[in-house]
């Protein structure tokens, strides 16, 4: 079982040197990779334009450009809510990028009131994601948004 609390401190402590969007993304990524079991893709989409685009990531490539509504991070920004399918088969217009993946959760991310984009993880395995995950999970996004520099790009 993941120790949400444990990877709370590590984001914080790697977030202590720079406020950069990109890089901190990058190493959050990076972070889930290596400490949740089980998944097979970890990563971010931002908001721009009406659509997410891909950011730093982890796992197989991935769809570079996602409609909001559509799939199962544009409608979590569409909700404003996480979104947790335990059979990604049975989700209505599901965005298959990896054919392994069978659940998935996704969370917003927000800078305040303002909505920037969402937070993807994918498994091979289904009903992965729980009750804990969801709420470690939404910890772990709310330590890394709120020590982004968000007057600086992404890129």
């Known amino acids: ?14 977030a202590e040197d720079c406020a950069y969007p990109l890089t ?14 089980q998944i097979n893709w970890a990563g971010f989409y931002f908001l721009e334009g009406g659509q997410l685009l891909l950011g730093p990531f982890q796992g197989k490539p991935a769809c570079m450009v996602i409609p909001v509504g559509k799939g199962v991070c ?12 335990e059979d990604v088969h049975a989700f209505p217009g599901h965005i298959a990028c990896d054919s392994a993946s069978r659940s998935e959760i996704v969370m917003p991310l927000w800078d305040g009131q303002r ?9 091979p395995i289904l009903n992965r994601f729980s009750k804990v995950d969801q709420e470690g999970l939404e910890a772990f996004a709310r330590v890394l948004t709120s020590a982004v520099d968000w007057n600086l790009r992404i890129l």
């Open 74 to 85: 544009g409608t979590s920004v569409s909700r404003k809510a996480t979104i947790v399918v």
């Open 24 to 37: 901190l993304f990058s190493n959050a990524a990076a972070l889930l990779w290596d400490s949740l079991e």
């Open 115 to 123: 909505l920037i984009g969402v937070m993807d993880i994918d498994s």
């Open 1 to 14: 079982m993941t120790d949400y609390g444990l990877l709370c401190r590590q984001m914080d402590s790697l």
